[in-house]
């Protein structure tokens, strides 16, 4: 698939700002935030596993993404990379980030003041996958208590069954279908694959 498009028109200079409480609440009113979240990724075929967290505040205090806001001027992989970095402490070379996907949400609810005035974001989801001595190295502990109630490795089919967000299951279905793409396009690349494998290969992206 084609990797995600950035496009510089001038000399944008970035500017770092951190809006109050009350000035931010009016920015969610007026405007769509742009996000940057990750399926964090583990082993592959029946072993694949994702990282998820449960988070506590709003607009979705339940099991999640890690992610968060990107930043003007970011690509939308530099933000994931940062908010990877800010809420795991692990600092990664965007370039290893995949984009899945992109996403609208329009949430009900927000933890900035008037919570009910709700937000909405649009989000670019991408896979970070993760060698098995890195995933070792990632407990639940690296999560921000105060922003996560919890953490686990959950397998995709438990996701895509389970009482999880549908956004979520989308993303770990377009996850799925993404994989079994760069299956096939293998397949079709191998000239010692034969007509039954890449014929195998291209049922299991469709089935997606």
């Not at 990282?51 to 992610?67: A, I, S």
């Not at 079994?180 to 690349?189: C, I, N, T």
Request: a negative charge; proline letters at 6%.
């Amino acid at each position: 698939m084609a990797p995600l498009r950035h496009f510089i028109t001038g000399d944008f200079e970035k500017r770092t700002v951190f809006l109050p409480d009350k000035e931010y609440g009016l920015a969610l009113d007026a405007l769509v935030k742009g996000c940057a979240d990750v399926l964090i990724t583990s082993g592959a075929g029946p072993s694949l596993r994702i990282l998820l967290g449960k988070r506590r505040v709003e607009p979705q205090p339940d099991w999640w993404f890690v992610g968060g806001r990107t930043r003007p001027g970011d690509t939308p992989a530099e933000g994931a990379a940062r908010n990877v970095k800010r809420e795991l402490g692990l600092a990664l070379d965007p370039a290893r980030f995949a984009a899945v996907g992109t996403y609208s949400f329009v949430w009900r609810l927000r933890a900035q003041a008037p919570a009910t005035n709700g937000t909405a974001d649009v989000s670019t989801v991408f896979e970070l996958h993760l060698a098995d001595d890195e995933a070792a190295d990632l407990s639940p502990a690296r999560f921000d208590a105060e922003e996560y109630a919890d953490a686990a490795w959950t397998r995709p089919d438990a996701v895509l069954a389970g009482d999880y967000h549908p956004a979520l299951q989308q993303a770990v279905r377009d996850l799925l279908a993404r994989r079994a793409y760069g299956a096939l396009r293998d397949a079709a690349a191998d000239a010692s694959a034969g007509a039954g494998a890449v014929a195998a290969a291209a049922t299991a992206y469709v089935a997606w």
